[in-house]
């Protein structure tokens, strides 16, 4: 009886948990050199793992949370979805995306339950993001200009299903900035050769069940044994963050752990040379 009872509160706490949002905002100074100068930073809306099969946060929540906060770019950071029918559960939520009015848009990458979609189903998952505005990145960068500084946005493919390929993600990379967004923090160990001063990412959900310890995360990746589930980390001066995620997975439930939202203040950097050349 008394177990019973137990149970029957770690669930509803639980469920209750994932209706508890946290937003949390990150300030990202680069590194300053004698010729840098600082720019005002560029304001970047980071949501990850929607698991639309369990998720507590309707688009109109997720709207109220942020329609106050000026936007320059958002980042997804995989992890939609894992079945079919899901895929209409999508558009209201990227419809939100797009009433924030990104300056620079809104970019994207999958994750490893994205890959579970049957092939026809996963091109129907990208031409709904890409006919709503998102640039999906595979293995592949973009460069965008903030105010004479450049931005270089390398998409890199899920790493836990062996889709990462870093040198194709880096062809033809200039020199900027280099934010990095990808599923499974897990690359950067990998990265030794592979410069980039931000990097955003998901996949752990910050344990979801988070209590005593999240044991079941064991066997998904190197991070976890070194204690990097969530939040800002940094790996051989590089840094990078893992955010909690927006949904769940497997069961509707989080002990240790919120549904999170991130709005990361990123500030660039640019040659005091370059801009008196200019």
């Not at 949370?65 to 079945?83: E, P």
């Not at 209201?92 to 809104?106: E, S």
């Not at 040198?167 to 990095?180: A, H, I, P, R």
């Amino acid at each position: 009886m008394l177990i019973s009872i137990a149970l029957s509160l770690f669930i509803y706490i639980g469920n209750k948990n994932t209706r508890s949002v946290v937003i949390n905002h990150i300030d990202i100074d680069c590194k300053q050199g004698s010729n840098k100068k600082k720019s005002k930073p560029i304001r970047v809306l980071h949501i990850s793992d929607l698991h639309l099969e369990n998720i507590s946060i309707s688009p109109e929540q997720l709207y109220e949370n942020v329609k106050m906060q000026s936007i320059d770019l958002i980042a997804l950071t995989g992890d939609f979805m894992d079945r079919k029918k899901s895929i209409p559960k999508l558009l209201p939520y990227l419809q939100i995306l797009n009433k924030l009015t990104p300056v620079y848009g809104i970019y994207a990458v999958f994750g490893n339950h994205d890959y579970v979609l049957r092939k026809d189903d996963l091109n129907q998952l990208k031409s709904l993001l890409v006919n709503n505005g998102v640039r999906i990145l595979q293995n592949e960068n973009d460069r965008i200009d903030i105010e004479g500084v450049p931005l270089n946005i390398i998409g890199v493919d899920d790493f836990s299903t062996k889709r990462s390929n870093l040198m194709e993600s880096y062809n033809g990379l200039d020199e900027g900035f280099n934010l990095v967004i990808t599923h499974d923090p897990n690359v950067v160990l990998s990265m030794q050769n592979y410069h980039f001063d931000y990097l955003l990412s998901g996949h752990f959900h910050g344990g979801q069940i988070h209590w005593p310890k999240p044991y079941h995360l064991v066997k998904m990746g190197k991070l976890v044994k070194m204690n990097m589930v969530k939040g800002l980390h940094s790996y051989k001066e590089k840094r990078f963050y893992i955010s909690e995620g927006l949904g769940q997975t497997g069961v509707n439930i989080r002990i240790g752990s919120r549904p999170e939202i991130t709005i990361h203040n990123v500030h660039l950097s640019q040659s005091v040379d370059s801009i008196k050349a200019g």
